[in-house]
Nanobody, 119 residues
Framework: QVQLVEGGGGLVQPGGSLRLSCAASITTYRLITMAWYRQAPGKQRELVAGAMTSGDTKYADSVKGRFIVSRDNVKNTMSLQMNSLKVEDTAVYYC?????????????WGQGTQVTVSS
């Protein structure tokens, strides 16, 4: 079992930026997948962005060109730089890790961090 801790959420105006961070409790081996999911009220949890140890990344169409995911394979940390934020980006963002590919979530989840985009 891997513990994941997220941080960096908050309240921001439309067009603003935030950077989320995720830290895993284990650094003795590499986590194949690390990813960000989000869930807004009344909506399904969805993949926002993820990264493989290989460097391959995947983004939701709605965030391409605005969000950038990066990770440190040695430290098992991950960040999500969110730019040009929109009201529809409002959600709880969750760190996920330990999967084998980015088509499905891995078994480990963080507790989430709230991102609210509002004027």
């Amino acid at each position: 079992q891997v513990q994941l801790v997220e941080g960096g959420g908050g309240l921001v105006q439309p067009g603003g930026s935030l950077r989320l961070s995720c830290a895993a409790s284990i650094t003795t081996y590499r986590l194949i997948t690390m990813a960000w999911y989000r869930q807004a009220p009344g909506k399904q949890r969805e993949l926002v962005a993820g990264a493989m140890t290989s460097g391959d990344t995947k983004y939701a169409d709605s965030v391409k060109g605005r969000f950038i995911v990066s990770r440190d394979n040695v430290k098992n940390t991950m960040s999500l730089q969110m730019n040009s934020l929109k009201v529809e980006d409002t959600a709880v963002y969750y760190c996920n890790a330990g999967g084998y590919d980015l088509g499905l979530p891995g078994p480990s989840w963080g507790q989430g961090t709230q991102v609210t985009v509002s004027s």
